[in-house]
Structure formats: structure tokens, C-alpha cells
């Protein structure tokens, strides 16, 4: 699996970057594209984000909502589909922070420390798949000053350790910025640095 963690600010391009590459896996890898906004239509501006971002990505790719139970809406996606289509798949999660703001307002106690663990876990469990990718996209909300409020002050760490927690995990991490991709962690970047030291390696031989 690839699992590729995409990160910014409000407006910083990170959604049609993530959309640029669901098209890149479904155009060279024949992959199936399933698009999965954890997004509530609560009130008017909410529904016009969603409009927004509905109007900006392909009509035949598929749509899942799931405000609160990803990891499973995740898991079900794969099996589903690998077991009717041969073909790969990318699922591309818009956006985390959402998700995470929908468990912390949850009325069931402890929902965002079981919800979290599950992705993980989901996350862990596929590491190793080829045949699948995930596109996971989130708002980077910790280089702001610190909000005032305990629920405020809570999500912003809780989105900062999930972060952490998912970079750790996952193959790719780049940060979004004026539309532009920093690259923070890449399996090509690892490649050449294990190729750099081999090459330091024999040199000192």
C-alpha cells in the first residue's frame, strides 16, 4: 500500500493536490478512484464547501460519506472491491480534520481514542499491500497561536499526534504551501539515501 499523507493550511492547494495525484494512480495504474468526505452538511457554508470540492473532482469517481466511522468505511471499500474488480484501487480521504472535529463532538465517550486506533490499525494492517493506495488529507492546525478554549486547545494537539502518528506509518508525507508540495517523507528520497550510504560504505571499504 501506499499511504500518502497530505497536509496544509486553509486554502493551500492540498485538496487538488490530492485529487492530482488520485488522477496520476487512476490514469498509470488503472487504478479505481473512491472518494471518501468525512464532511457534514450542517449549515449553509458547509454545504458550499461541499459543493465546491464536489464540483472540482470527476464525476464517475465514488463517493462514500463518513463523518465518524472511517477505518471501517475504509476496510469495506478495499474488500468490496478486491473482491469484484482485479484492478488496484486509491481511496482518497478528505479531510481528516473533520473527522477528527466529528469523534471529539461525539456524544459517545472515549469515540475519538477508539475511532483513531482503528485507522491505525486499518493503516498498519495494509502497509504492506500493493494493490492498494490512500490519499489521506488534513489541515495542519499547529502553527497558529494557541486557541483559547479546552475543546480549541484538545484538537489542535489531538490533530497534531495524529499526524505524527500516521507520518510514521505512512510511505509519503508532503506539506502543501501557495500550492506547492514540500516533500517531507518519500520512499524515492529514502531510496537514494540507502543508495548514498552504500555508495559511502564502500568508499570507506
Known amino acids: 500500500m501506499s499511504i ?3 497536509l496544509g493550511g ?6 487538488s493536490f490530492a485529487e492530482k495525484q488520485a488522477k496520476y494512480h487512476e490514469k498509470n495504474a488503472h487504478s479505481q478512484v473512491y472518494y471518501v468526505a468525512t464532511a457534514q452538511s450542517l449549515d449553509e457554508e458547509m454545504s458550499a464547501r461541499i459543493k465546491r470540492h464536489q464540483q472540482q473532482r470527476p464525476d464517475h469517481w ?12 475504509i476496510k469495506q471499500l478495499v474488500l468490496t472491491h478486491q ?8 481511496v482518497l480521504v478528505d479531510c481528516l480534520t473533520l473527522w477528527l472535529s466529528n469523534c471529539l463532538c461525539s456524544a459517545e465517550k472515549n469515540r475519538w481514542q477508539h475511532e483513531k486506533q482503528a485507522l491505525l490499525n486499518v493503516l498498519i494492517n495494509y502497509a504492506y499491500t500493493s494493490e492498494v493506495t490512500l490519499l ?5 492546525v499547529g502553527h497558529g497561536i494557541v486557541p483559547l478554549g479546552e475543546l480549541s486547545r484538545n484538537f489542535v494537539d489531538q490533530a497534531g499526534w495524529l499526524h ?3 507520518a510514521e506509518i505512512a510511505t509519503d508525507v508532503d506539506f502543501i504551501m501557495a500550492g506547492i508540495a514540500l516533500s517531507l517523507k518519500s520512499k ?18
Not at 65 to 73: F, G, V, W
Not at 136 to 140: D, G, M
Not at 188 to 205: F, H, N, V
Request: net charge positive; charged share 25%; aromatic share 2%.
Open 188 to 205: 524515492s528520497l529514502k531510496s537514494k539515501s540507502l543508495k548514498s550510504k552504500s555508495l559511502q560504505s564502500k568508499e570507506q571499504q
Open 62 to 73: 465514488a463517493l462514500v460519506e463518513s463523518p465518524i466511522e472511517l477505518a471501517n468505511a
Open 83 to 90: 473482491s469484484t474488480y482485479k484492478t488496484p484501487i486509491t
Open 136 to 140: 489521506l488529507v488534513s489541515n495542519e
Open 4 to 6: 500518502h499523507l497530505i
Open 10 to 15: 486553509a486554502r493551500s492547494g492540498k485538496s
Open 164 to 166: 505524527q502518528d500516521i
